[in-house]
């Protein structure tokens, strides 16, 4: 009997990026086995999955990993993002970028099956190079308290390539930059969710350091149409994804604020160690490979999170 349909492993697929990542491909019309140990993730992001070729699996990566059916590709997005997460588990995040890499690897190459890992900016660290291309190396603390994420994800890129030249995995690295949209967490910890929350509760916004760092954010559909054209690729080299249109705090803010309509002040808080300074990804190779690029301005992209926040706050 032939395979009908190819299947799509998402692990993290609870997650932000992940949930919308394995509706997306339900659409395009996989099979999709989502596994997730629910640690940063919330099966709450899945229940509106009605569809009998979506499989969840609560399972933790870092264990050996059992899987008997037939995979065509791995989109690896297990591993806490947030900084109020990977602080909180820092050997949890150590682990996952490692052994679950490893684990997850390991299965790509007995199912023969691509893998794409998603990879993030932070493995440039606090950068010296404006904008950052995919040649810069970075600058990291690997000693500092953001280093579990940092490493981990350099480490993840490290042995993925690893594991394609030496192992012939077909792989795929995404460096995923600042993402937002429905489906973030209401206490995530990063800066959109924690403006929109406490300007819907006419609440201080806590503006760190200065206000005046910068950020470039993209919204989660034209994220998730990156990923998924860089997976059907032909590169394996680490490509970046993201919104190369550079605000700073503070002009977010003052966005946020008028998009809610808020009374909200802001206040300024000590910067956290290693915060970075200036982040906005080039993405001419990506305009080059995967003719992406996304399409949803900031304004836009905003209204739409803000109005699913005042739905599930």
């Not at 794409?116 to 493995?123: D, H, N, Y």
């Amino acid at each position: 009997m032939n395979k009908i349909k190819n299947t799509a492993l998402v692990t993290g697929g609870a997650g932000f990026i992940g949930s919308h990542l394995c509706k997306y491909l339900l659409g395009k019309g996989y099979r999709v086995i989502c596994m997730d140990n629910l640690i940063t993730g919330t099966i709450k992001n899945l229940e509106d999955i009605r569809n009998g070729d979506f499989v969840f699996k609560n399972h933790d990566i870092t264990e050996f990993i059992e899987v008997k059916d037939e995979i065509d590709i791995i989109f690896h997005l297990a591993s806490p993002a947030s900084p109020i997460d990977y602080l909180q588990l820092p050997i949890q995040t150590l682990k996952v970028g490692a052994l679950g890499t490893h684990n997850i690897l390991g299965l790509a190459k007995s199912k023969r099956a691509n893998m794409v890992l998603a990879s993030t900016s932070e493995v440039y660290g606090d950068p010296r190079e404006h904008p950052q291309t995919e040649q810069y190396w970075g600058n990291v603390n690997p000693i500092g308290p953001r280093g579990v994420y940092d490493e981990a994800k350099r480490f993840a890129e490290a042995i993925t390539m690893a594991y394609h030249r030496q192992q012939g995995v077909d792989t795929r690295i995404a460096r995923i930059f600042n993402t937002y949209g429905p489906n973030m967490r209401m206490r995530d910890g990063r800066v959109i969710p924690n403006f929109i929350i406490q300007c819907l509760k006419d609440n201080d916004i806590t503006a760190y350091g200065d206000g005046k760092q910068t950020r470039s954010f993209c919204f989660i559909d034209d994220m998730i149409e990156g990923i998924f054209k860089l997976s059907q690729a032909d590169y394996y080299l680490p490509l970046n994804l993201g919104n190369p249109v550079e605000v700073s705090i503070l002009e977010l803010a003052d966005i946020i604020k008028k998009l809610t309509d808020s009374k909200s002040k802001i206040t300024f808080s000590i910067l956290p160690e290693d915060d970075p300074k200036i982040r906005m990804p080039d993405i001419s190779k990506a305009k080059n490979i995967l003719n992406w690029e996304p399409y949803i301005n900031l304004e836009e992209g905003l209204k739409i999170t803000i109005d699913w926040f005042k739905s599930n706050i």
